[in-house]
């Protein structure tokens, strides 16, 4: 529901987010639907399993370590949450 609702596949390369912000959002959106969550490990596993555009890997932004992330995929509202 929350992918559904919250998030868009773009299969563009460029749309990457960091898994931890979208856990994040995830996380406020049970809370605010109070839905029960899985954890942040079996939410990757379902998003490489049932979004086949969205690739998984690690995102590096000059200054920082890599970490985490998924490109092809951006929230719908636009907004960084």
């Not at 399993?49 to 890599?66: A, F, L, S, V, Y």
């Amino acid at each position: 529901k929350f992918f559904d609702e919250c998030v868009e596949m773009t299969g563009n390369q460029r749309d990457q987010m960091y898994a931890y912000k979208l856990y994040r959002a995830y996380l406020h959106y049970c809370d605010d639907n109070q839905l029960e969550c899985v954890s942040q490990k079996k939410m990757v596993v379902w998003i490489k399993q049932n979004m086949p555009d969205c690739i998984h890997k690690r995102i590096h932004e000059t200054g920082e370590n890599p970490k985490s992330g998924f490109s092809g995929i951006r929230f719908k509202d636009n907004d960084d949450v």
